[in-house]
């Protein structure tokens, strides 16, 4: 069964802080793995990633992936209250359009 | 419309009954997945749809769920004889294609409707 395990479950930091959120994952016939922001309801695509070694970056933001060891980070720079959000990372494998979410992190970001 | 659209944006029942939740993909979006978020839970895949290709059902928890897309636009997700663990945010998306078939693949999510069963 396909599994995608994040880590922290949830994280509290101040204003200006580097973040490091953990995706790691079991997938069979991975193709892609995916991180999305989550503030109410709709979670908002972040990144896709499905090449090792390669990072991509929004701003503050910026994710790699590790074929070798199956898993993938995404780090926030600079935090602002506005970071504070669910953050979902998610993994496709043999079946296109069927993706593994992970639980989540929770991150908090104090002024 | 200019996104992901669902109805109704909440639903209170009482166990045992039916509901029908809606989903309004973006125009254009072959791909239309629908996901359950429990309280806390990260999203639990349910069911998938491409084209006019035979969906993606193996993530529907029980016979009591099933989906249709008419049309290859709009979908209904049906739960019949509702039980108070189907409590949830059940979420759809779409896309252009399916993730990992290259550009367009990005799923847009709707903003979910909140499913309480008394």
């Known amino acids: 069964e396909d599994k995608v395990v994040q880590s922290p479950l949830s994280l509290v930091v101040h204003e200006g802080d580097t973040v490091t959120l953990n995706c790691s994952y079991e997938?069979?016939?991975?193709?892609?793995l995916l991180w999305y922001k989550q503030e109410k309801k709709a979670p908002t695509f972040l990144f896709m990633l499905?090449?090792?070694?390669i990072e991509k970056k929004s701003g503050r933001l910026s994710s790699i992936l590790d074929k070798k060891e199956l898993f993938s980070i995404l780090n926030i720079t600079a935090t602002q209250t506005g970071d504070s959000a669910v953050y979902l990372c998610?993994?496709?494998?043999?079946?296109?359009?069927?993706?593994?979410f992970g639980q989540g992190t929770i991150l908090t970001v104090h002024p | 419309g200019a996104g992901v659209s669902q109805s109704p944006s909440n639903k209170v029942t009482e166990k045992g009954k039916d509901v029908e939740l809606r989903c309004d993909p973006i125009s254009g979006h072959t791909a239309l997945y629908w996901y359950r978020q429990s309280l806390g839970q990260g999203l639990e895949f349910l069911i998938y749809?491409?084209?006019?290709?035979?969906?993606?059902k193996s993530g529907l928890p029980s016979d009591r769920f099933s989906a249709e897309r008419t049309g290859g636009s709009v979908s209904t997700l049906t739960i019949q004889r509702t039980q108070q663990e189907d409590s949830a945010v059940y979420l759809c998306?779409?896309?252009?294609?399916?993730?990992?078939?290259?550009?367009?693949?990005?799923?847009?999510f709707g903003p979910g409707t909140r499913l309480l069963v008394l």
């Open positions: 997938v069979t016939n991975f193709r892609s």
């Open positions: 998610a993994a496709g494998g043999t079946s296109y359009g069927k993706l593994t």
């Open positions: 998306a779409s896309s252009f294609r399916p993730p990992g078939q290259g550009r367009k693949e990005t799923q847009y």
């Open positions: 749809f491409q084209g006019n290709s035979a969906p993606d």
């Open positions: 499905t090449s090792s070694g």
